[in-house]
């Protein structure tokens, strides 16, 4: 079974302050994909990354496919309360169809 | 675009009762899916669907049936439900997009079995 680790869990912290998640397997990814989650609603899909090494920006968030595409992280700059919320990243392996998710990081960014 | 609809939003059954839980999607998506999510666990793939007639199992498949004859529906069937089945099922589509796929989320519906 293939398993995507996230870490921290939980994370609380101030606005204004930086922070970052990271995914990790042991699996080779084609691709990675990062959703953010609120409360009664569907994962809303933020990114996706194919290349190995790959950056991709969207405002103030970055996130990065490891060189060997098996991990991933995502890094908030200045984070607002507005960012509060799960945030999961989902990998595919090469053919089969199907995207495995992370258990995921609940993140509060207080005012 | 409506996007993905689910129905219904809430739903409490009885052990042992059937239902279906509706999706739908206006996107001509080819590719359907329906997870399951619990939590710690994160979202666990139940079912998909490549296309109309073709389906295929997820990670945790037992006690679900799925059937696609279109391209806009993807029904879930709970043939005889278990408190195992307490969960927030989602279902999505997806097209290829820049390499990989965008998907998006229907609201979820929230299942609970007593």
């Known amino acids: 079974t293939q398993l995507l680790e996230q870490s921290p869990q939980f994370l609380s912290i101030q606005e204004g302050e930086n922070l970052t998640v990271y995914c990790n397997s042991s699996?080779?990814?084609?691709?990675l994909q990062w959703y953010r989650q609120e409360p009664g609603e569907g994962p809303v899909l933020l990114v996706t990354?194919?290349?190995?090494?790959e950056v991709k920006k969207l405002k103030r968030l970055t996130f990065q496919f490891g060189d060997a595409r098996k991990d991933s992280s995502l890094h908030i700059t200045a984070a607002q309360p507005g960012d509060t919320g799960l945030y999961l990243c989902?990998?595919?392996?090469?053919?089969?169809?199907?995207?495995?998710f992370g258990t995921g990081t609940r993140l509060k960014v207080l005012a | 675009n409506a996007g993905v609809t689910q129905t219904p939003k809430f739903q409490v059954l009885k052990t042992g009762q059937s239902m279906t839980l509706q999706c739908a999607q206006d996107?001509?998506?080819?590719?359907m899916s329906w997870y399951r999510q619990d939590p710690g666990m994160g979202l666990r793939l139940i079912h998909y669907?490549?296309?109309?007639?073709?389906?295929d199992q997820g990670e945790v498949p037992n006690g679900y049936n799925v059937s696609r004859s279109t391209t806009e529906d993807f029904p879930l069937r709970l043939l005889s439900a278990a408190p195992s089945q307490t969960s927030v099922y989602f279902c999505?589509?997806?097209?290829?997009?820049?390499?990989?796929?965008?998907?998006?989320f229907g609201p979820g519906t929230r299942l609970t079995v007593t």
């Open positions: 990354v194919v290349t190995g090494g």
């Open positions: 669907s490549v296309g109309a007639g073709i389906t």
């Open positions: 999505a589509s997806r097209f290829p997009a820049g390499g990989g796929y965008e998907q998006y």
């Open positions: 699996s080779v990814f084609s691709s």
């Open positions: 996107m001509n998506h080819e590719y």
């Open positions: 989902a990998g595919e392996t090469s053919g089969t169809y199907k995207y495995i």
